[in-house]
């Protein structure tokens, strides 16, 4: 069956720019988290949505970060004002249960 | 905070070898995921451990976790080239947390033909 989807796959942008980057979750999964990965780094959670709950923002690294999930399936990742440093690779993940996490391709993100 | 350390960082493993990857958490671990990630494909999801001696297997990996030494090995027998990829573990820093999964930066693995 369908996988998670992100758009685009690639962006550029320059600095200073806002950019919206969309996750299509697999059908009828109540989780979606989002997730950042720098280069040489490991993963780092942004934000979890789950259900009608509010969502864990714990991980969003600054205001200038925000998601939204309309309808309890896609979710929209805003950055604002893009800086060098947010230049990363951004994973969408959906899941059924609090277990196991289907991830999206990712989009690749670079700031000029 | 609670960390995971992954090693070796990066391995070549000559094709058909057996090869050993190790996942140390600096705290308990209350679950502990396997991922694989190629580029462009995203992450693909292995397998969970939950508990202490849990082995699991999905073809030709298979996992342990070890609780008392807060740690988890993912083993490949007989190694392909369709094994090349990065390797992450993930851990769950408390039993109601599956919301903040902690990954550990990866381990990088080429197969030599």
Redesign the interface.
Not at chain 2, 40 to 45: A, D, H, K
Not at chain 2, 98 to 106: D, E, P
């Given at each position: 069956g369908a996988g998670v989807s992100q758009s685009p796959s690639n962006k550029v942008t320059e600095k200073g720019k806002d950019v919206e980057l969309r996750c299509d979750p697999i059908s009828g999964h109540t989780a979606l988290y989002w997730y950042r990965q720098s280069l040489g780094q490991g993963l780092e959670f942004l934000i979890y949505f789950q259900g009608n709950s509010a969502p864990d923002k714990s991980g969003l690294p600054s205001d200038r970060f925000s998601a939204e999930r309309t309808g309890g399936s896609v979710s929209t990742l805003t950055i604002q004002r893009t800086q060098q440093e947010d230049s990363a690779v951004y994973l969408c993940a959906s899941s059924p249960t609090e277990e196991t996490q289907y991830f999206g391709p990712g989009t690749r993100l670079l700031v000029l | 905070s609670q960390e995971?350390e992954q090693s070796p960082q990066s391995l070549i493993v000559q094709e058909g070898k057996n090869l050993t990857i190790n996942c140390t958490s600096s705290k308990t671990l209350y679950?502990l995921?396997w991922?694989k990630q190629k580029y462009?494909?995203?992450?693909?999801?292995l397998m969970?451990l939950q508990k202490g001696g849990e082995e699991k297997s999905h073809e030709k990996i298979t996992a342990k976790l070890d609780e008392k030494k807060q740690q988890s090995s993912l083993h490949i027998t007989a190694s392909q080239p369709s094994h090349a990829g990065i390797y992450?573990c993930?851990a769950l820093p408390g039993y109601?947390s599956?919301?903040?999964?902690?990954?550990?930066?990866?381990t990088r693995l080429s197969i030599r033909p």
């Open positions: - | 995971l679950g995921y991922y462009g494909e995203g992450l693909i999801f969970m992450l993930g109601s599956a919301s903040k999964i902690i990954f550990g930066s990866g």
